[in-house]
């Protein structure tokens, strides 16, 4: 298509006031804000991040103070210019950045004074944008500083180093302007669901041989690694590379440990509030920062039996067009050619634990094995049915007189078909490992155990060949230790007839 001609220009300059204004609705979170701050301390060769908070104030701050490389005055004010740098430039390796724009959009969706002290070579320079004052003049001329003394944590700043000061914390307040009390608790709980994202987000600097200490209010924070790699059941696959025109990407699936492998504290931080079912998916790093998680990006759901698959990605920054990364570094898109092979990653994972399932249904349907109940699959369907020749029904049934027996089966068929399905599939949709087998009381246990090894001892099987079949079913399993005692007994008893 011809341009047209062009005839005349005409000033468009942005409006300073009412961009600086939408530039702090782009989407950020507190966690993926202070991410994008501590992105940049981390290209800028920090060994350590402080952060610090004042909430309970009238007015309350978050620092966050590094001894990375600082700035020269004339860096600072390039730094703090909206757009410092373009998009389409090749970045260094290490740069966690790509649109000289995260500090500025991530700070102003928090708050509405930005103040940065930096140090190099021995001097420190220190800039303000202040939205009630760029509202006030409407024009884009960022505010410098000579004396630091009265910035608060200015002290923070050691021979180099950068220190970002959020105040007028506007967004952050949860309603409460004048309530300082109930205000504080708000911004902690932020603050606390933040702790967390940065513990993962960061986990590779925070674990890496030469680690970037990150210390929130003093306290250092530990490393999440989301494949649990220091347990030893953690399985890793081997790592697969796409080698792309932009670069490699490389691909490596674990599998988590199952939940009886681990602590209840360490796998619940490792489900995290969402849980484990909403963190099965695929992990992307870009520069061994997580950009993104918890997603199979469409390519199958989110089910029980895929649940312990996490699958590492790790992608550069030469990358980012292909991957459509966003200003907040928290959301990426496939490009088509990984997107087949990671099909195939995924169909591989799909039958891996279909196997796995698999093998522990076999031991439902298989007949040596004792089971309770029997796992009929038949017309596309799954059925399960109290499997009334299982010595604990028969040999009940056989003590009963004649008239008695039918109405007894018909109530075991009744609890097989009465089975609170859909419950069931809404529970273990939520917190599957919540759902377990109820307790049984003594009485019923001694019942059940004498039954089966009464069978089993007629039908002359070996008392260890006894005991090992029983162990691997319920209601025996899950009580093991009473069982064992009541078989005890049992054979004792015999023994003294
Ligand atoms: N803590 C810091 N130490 C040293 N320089 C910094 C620091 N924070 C920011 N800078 C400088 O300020 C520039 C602008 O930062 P900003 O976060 O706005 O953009 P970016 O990091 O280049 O890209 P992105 O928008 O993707 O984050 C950086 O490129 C860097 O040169
Ligand atoms: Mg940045």
Redo the contacts with the bound molecule.
Sequence with gaps: MQQGFVARRADATPCAAALIESLRDIGYSLETALS??V???I??G?HRIHILTETYSEEPFIAIA?D????TED?LV??MRPG??NPLDTREKTD???????????SFSQCRRLTVV?RTNGITSAAVWDLDDVARRNEWSVQLLDDIKAIRCADQLGKTG?L?LWEKLDRLTGGYKLNVAKRAETINQRLAETERHLRLVFHRFLEAPKPIRILLNGRQLRPLDPFARKNSATIADPEEIISLPQGDVEIQSFTIPHHKQMSTPDWDDLGGPEGHLKSQGFYVYRGERLILHGTWFGLCRQSELTKLSRVRIDISNSMDSDWKID?K?CSAQLPPTVRDRLKKVIERIQEGSKRTYRKRGQKLVDHNRLPLWHRIQSDGHIRYRPNIEHPIFAGYAEELPEHLRRGFFNCISLVGASLPVETLHADMAAVAEDVVPDHVDEDTLTQAVQATLSVLLAAKKELKDIIALMRDVDPFRTAWSDTQLIIDAIIEANRAK
Excluded: P
């Design positions: 994008d701050i992105d940049n301390s290209t800028a920090t590094d990375g490389i600082g700035m860096e390039a730094a410092s740098r966690l950045g790509r649109f000289g724009l995260g500090l500025k959009s991530a930096t950068t970002v200003v570094k």
